[in-house]
């Protein structure tokens, strides 16, 4: 991919806007391209190769000095995170250019709404002594190996893992103490897994199909960008919570057939 001019990074790899002053420096409209680049922790030259390539707009010129302002600082936000999450300078332009006169406030809050993961947990870090404790001690690499292809667990090197999701490896682990075998435990896990992407998969169809592809064949109109947005901040939400309904539903119907089935052959 394109990395030209790359913006300064953190420690986790994505690019980052310097303070500079806080919001107060963000919202003036009268920062010299030094206090942008100071602003935004750009180079002057970044500033002006965006500038070039027509993704930044012209600084308003008050007599031999150029001037930028909040839309100039929030289309370098949105430059950056964008090349931050893997996209090059060319698929920004596109992007910027289809926008029309949206807003760099607007397209990036539309970017952050598209882009932020809908889990909400932090990984944690584990270790083989770790593992041992909570899991016992047979576990082989048989299904060491089954949960890392499962991505419970992330090798990490030197017997340490990473834990995408800690809530998942507590449910692991509660049913291995309630006496469900190792493999019979990955094996639900796995079936939860499938499952689950079926239903991630016909959420983002019917967004796609109802939602984005009518405003993609009305030619993106701005005004409309808004509830667009909206309607995929609601989806998270809307998602999580149709599938807990309907999964409690079909548990209960389940366990009663179920014991009802075992009851029955007891009689």
């Not at 030209?4 to 953190?10: E, G, K, M, Y």
């Not at 790899?13 to 002053?21: E, I, K, N, S």
């Not at 390539?53 to 370098?76: C, D, F, K, M, S």
């Not at 947005?229 to 919570?241: D, I, N, Q």
């Amino acid at each position: 991919m394109e990395r030209d001019n790359p913006a300064p990074r953190i420690g986790n790899g994505r690019p980052r806007l310097r303070d500079g002053g806080g919001e107060a420096a963000a919202e003036r409209d009268d920062l010299t391209i030094e206090q942008l680049a100071q602003e935004t922790g750009m180079t002057v030259r970044n500033i002006r190769a965006h500038q070039s390539r027509g993704l930044l707009p012209a600084p308003a010129i008050r007599g031999r000095t150029g001037y930028y302002g909040r839309e100039h600082v929030a289309r370098l936000r949105l430059i950056a995170e964008m090349q931050g999450d893997g996209f090059n300078l060319k698929a920004i332009e596109r992007l910027l250019c289809g926008a029309g006169s949206a807003t760099a406030e607007e397209l990036l809050g539309f970017k952050r709404a598209v882009t932020t993961p809908f889990e909400q947990e932090s990984p944690e870090l584990i270790d083989a002594e770790d593992l041992v404790a909570r899991f016992g001690g047979d576990v082989d690499q048989r299904v060491l190996a089954k949960a890392i292809k499962l991505s419970l667990l992330v090798p990490l090197g030197e017997d340490r893992y990473e834990v995408p999701s800690p809530t998942l490896l507590r449910a692991g682990e509660e049913l291995v103490r309630l006496g469900v075998p190792h493999e019979a435990m990955l094996g639900v896990l796995e079936q939860i897994g499938r499952h689950s992407e079926g239903v991630a998969d016909a959420f983002v169809k019917l967004f796609l199909e109802q939602i984005w592809r009518p405003f993609e064949q009305a030619g993106r109109p701005e005004d409309r960008l808004p509830e667009v947005r909206l309607a995929t901040e609601r989806l998270r939400p809307l998602a999580s919570e149709a599938l807990l309904a309907v999964f409690q539903r079909r548990m209960t119907r389940a366990v009663e057939q179920a014991f009802g089935r075992t009851l029955e052959r007891g009689r």
